[in-house]
């Protein structure tokens, strides 16, 4: 039984499905930097859940087009490698559902197929805990890893102990589906800690994409004073991000 429901959307898939790269970046990655070390962010960089997510016209199995997907995946990766960009996000939101042993080997077969390129692989969850995968996200050959901290508080700190040193842990603490402001000096409160154990390894990141939430609450010019108070738009979210950094 899956946990949770996730509101993704789900490719149609065949047997003869043709897999192609056009040996272009795709969209959302940002090129408006011409200096190496870019970070791209791109939910279009999710091998498995692209496959779990297909819904079969015929008999095929999703995870038979896992071989032909894989070395496309290497391609448009190396393509973002040359065009100077060295992390990129890779969001498998199916990681907070229940997975049987097929789904959980394709993990494995797929990210060690990948650890071979560049650039390195921010591995991302969301809108749920990881419970029976914890241990498998943690082990996955990538350079990072990305907790939702706001569904998964209690996860943090065993993932903080289980990932390797050379891992970065990037935490999800500021909640990128309300628009509600967070309460900073509280969040402050258990980072500080974990900044502790982790140093430049650990990253700050809103829970998952600000796509849920309005741009901007400048551009509000209705809005009642004290409402307006409580309230945090996606410019505002990144605005708290960087206040917690420099904390």
Known sequence: MVRHQLPLHRARIRREHRICSQSRA????????????RHAETGDHRPITYLWL?????????LDLLDRLLPVYAELLEHLADQGIDWVQV???????????AWRHAFNLAYHHLKTTAPKLLLTTYFGDLRENLQLACDLPVAGLHLDAISAPQEVSRIADWLAPHKVLSVGVVNGRNIWR??????????????????????????????????????????????????????????????????
């Open 26 to 37: 795709p969209a959302g990655t940002d090129h408006r930097s011409e200096k190496p070390g």
């Open 54 to 62: 297909g819904r079969a016209k015929d008999d095929t199995n999703p």
């Open 91 to 101: 969001d498998e939101p199916i990681l907070v559902t229940e997975l049987d042993l």
């Open 182 to 247: 967070t309460d900073l000096s509280k969040t402050l409160d258990w980072l500080e800690p974990l900044y502790e154990k982790l140093g430049e390894q650990l990253w700050l990141a809103p829970s998952c994409s600000l796509l849920h939430v309005p741009v901007d609450l400048e551009s509000e010019q209705q809005l009642d004073p004290e409402v307006k108070g409580w309230l945090a738009f996606a410019v505002q979210k990144l605005e708290e991000l960087t206040t917690l950094a420099r904390a």
